[in-house]
């Protein structure tokens, strides 16, 4: 990511903001297409989901740069998000891993290796069942 300080790890879970990028588009649940090169995020993005009701961390992954210890999710010295999702599913199959554009830069392949990319499929910053729960 051009936006990011030199030395500075990437969050596949960023929220969508300025010194973000389109990670993937969440195809179904523990699907993601990812693109690359990452399209940065725009307004006029964002805006096109929102005008059809649907958050847009509901159907795009985002990422930007690694908060580390001003985000919720930081434990200690690492995110502790990709440590729970590596804990709840376990050892995956990773032998062929997705064409991801940040991964040289991802602070969850820096903790988890390649077990951590098998994984990032399953991450959703907003998912459907709790949007639609809270939705009125």
């Not at 010194?19 to 649940?29: C, E, F, K, Q, Y």
């Not at 940065?40 to 580390?68: H, W």
């Not at 907003?126 to 639609?132: D, I, L």
Request: overall charge neutral; charged content about 20%.
């Amino acid at each position: 990511m051009s936006t990011q300080p030199k030395g500075c790890l990437t969050c596949p879970s960023a929220p969508p903001d300025a010194d973000s990028v389109l990670l993937g588009i969440v195809a179904a649940p523990g699907q993601i297409v990812y693109i690359t090169p990452n399209p940065p995020v725009t307004p006029q993005l964002l805006d096109a989901f929102e005008k059809q009701g649907i958050p847009p961390e509901n159907r795009l992954r985002f990422a930007g740069p690694c908060m580390e210890h001003n985000c919720v999710q930081w434990a200690g010295s690492r995110c502790g998000l990709i440590d729970r999702v590596v804990d709840h599913f376990g050892e995956r199959d990773s032998a062929e891993l997705p064409k991801c554009g940040i991964r040289n830069t991802c602070r969850w392949f820096a903790q988890h290796g390649r077990n951590a990319c098998a994984s990032c499929p399953e991450v959703v910053r907003k998912p459907a069942e709790a949007w639609e729960a809270a939705t009125p």
